[in-house]
């Protein structure tokens, strides 16, 4: 039982709360794809993530309601909703807020360990990878309603930057993570080794 009665399908809500690798990810996919809601005249709230990549959808519900199904919006937009205090309060902690486009601020406390998997879920999020011949990669930083690009020109930077946030690689995108692979096959055997 819950808040809202009868939960139908079963949530582990471990994936988001235990603060791991797999959670700070989650916390960066829900600040840039994500909403939190809390429903009027209630303290019941929601948690929604939405993207055009079905297989990440399926791969997020998968870890925590695999049951749970899969919904589309606009004929191309995949999402998922769980209805859950825990887990939306946990996103609220670390600055992932109802409205985040009016206060989205980087976490404070994510420990240091963690930082390439959050960065990772909001890359797989709101990050976009282009290559030139100087193989920099430009992608949006953490500022809401504003662009910026974070472009990364040198072979080692390029090199640290994909091994900080494809290292441990428990989860992404897997689309965006082979246009890294197939742009630098030279760090080939890091990212899949590492």
């Not at 297989?55 to 919904?71: A, C, E």
């Not at 960065?119 to 992608?139: A, M, N, P, Q």
């Not at 500022?143 to 990364?152: A, E, G």
Request: glycine share 6%; charged share 25%.
């Amino acid at each position: 039982m819950t808040k809202f009665g009868y939960r139908k399908y079963k949530y582990n809500t471990d994936v988001i709360l235990n603060e791991d690798h797999i959670s700070y990810y989650l916390l960066g996919a829900f600040m840039t794809d994500g909403c939190v809601y809390i429903l009027k005249g209630t303290e019941n709230k929601l948690i929604s993530l939405y993207s055009n990549d079905k297989q990440w959808i399926r791969d997020v519900n998968n870890l925590i309601s695999p049951q749970k199904p899969i919904f589309i919006q606009r004929g191309t937009c995949y999402f998922v909703q769980y209805s859950d205090n825990n887990m939306a309060d946990w996103l609220i902690k670390n600055n992932c807020t109802p409205k985040k486009s009016k206060t989205l601020r980087f976490p404070p406390n994510i420990p240091k360990k963690y930082i390439g998997d959050f960065l990772r879920g909001y890359w797989d999020g709101d990050g976009s990878l282009s290559f030139s011949k100087k193989r920099k990669i430009g992608g949006r930083t953490l500022k809401p309603s504003t662009n910026y690009r974070v472009l990364i020109y040198r072979k080692d930077s390029v090199y640290n930057f994909l091994r900080l946030i494809y290292g441990n690689n428990k989860l992404c995108l897997k689309r965006k993570f082979k246009i890294a692979l197939k742009k630098f096959l030279v760090f080939l055997p890091i990212l899949i080794t590492s």
